[in-house]
Structures are given as C-alpha cells and as structure tokens.
C-alpha cells in the first residue's frame, strides 16, 4: 500500500506563489509517474501535471504549462508543483497521484493512477 500526503496549501493574493508537495510513503514511488490533479467547487477532476518515473519528461496541461512546475525528489519519495502567478481559477482541491504501472512516463488520464491522496485547498484571491 501507498500513503500519499499533500501539504503546502493555503489562501494566497493573486499573483502569489504557493509550492504544494506530496510525500509518499509505505514503498518507494520511484518506479512510477506522477501527477497532480485538481478539482474546483461544482467542476470536475482536470489534470493539472504529471512526470515521470525517473523525473526526465514532464507534461502539462496547456493552459497551466507557463506558470507551474513538476518536480521530485527521488530520495526523499516526494513529488512537488510549484505554482507562480496565481489567478482565481487556480483556486481548487489539489490532489497528488501515483501511476499504476511501473516506469511509465506520466498521463493525463485519471484511469492511469490508482492511489491518490487526499487533497490540499488553495484559495485564490482578487
């Protein structure tokens, strides 16, 4: 079994930067990709970020791709989104997630990841 704990969220200005994280434990993730996902009040869970296993490609959505960033830290099994210029429509439940198989290279979609965690509000003010 793997735990996944996200931190790091909050209520920011817009404009403001917040770098969520994610810690794994129970086995090392770093034989899988991971993502991030989020869901706004009333919306559905929409890809936000994902990377590879061994942290060599990332992918993006498109509209979020110029101002967050995607990173881990394979020794300590935790996995990072760094969020700069923050809008309003930022504002959701981020949640971090675990790909089901081993050495892949990260996807868009939910079906790929099979442990997630629970999820850490950021709030975006005007």
């Known amino acids: 079994q793997v735990q996944l704990v996200e931190s790091g969220g909050g209520s920011v200005q817009a404009g403001g930067s917040l770098r969520l994280s994610c810690a794994a434990s129970?086995?090392?993730?770093?034989?899988?990709?991971m993502a991030w996902f989020r869901q706004a009040p009333g919306k559905g869970r929409e890809f936000v970020a994902a990377?590879?296993?061994?942290?060599?490609?990332?992918n993006y959505a498109d509209s979020l791709k110029s101002r967050f960033t995607i990173f881990r830290d394979r020794i300590n099994n935790t996995v990072y989104l760094q969020m700069n210029n923050l809008k309003p429509a930022d504002t959701a439940v981020y949640s971090c997630?675990?790909?089901?198989?081993?050495?892949?290279?990260?996807?868009?979609?939910?079906?790929?990841?099979?442990?997630w965690g629970q999820g850490t509000q950021v709030a975006v003010t005007s």
């Open positions: 990377i590879s296993w061994n942290g060599a490609s990332t």
């Open positions: 997630a675990l790909n089901r198989r081993p050495y892949s290279s990260g996807s868009r979609s939910v079906l790929e990841y099979n442990y």
């Open positions: 129970g086995r090392t993730v770093n034989n899988n990709a």
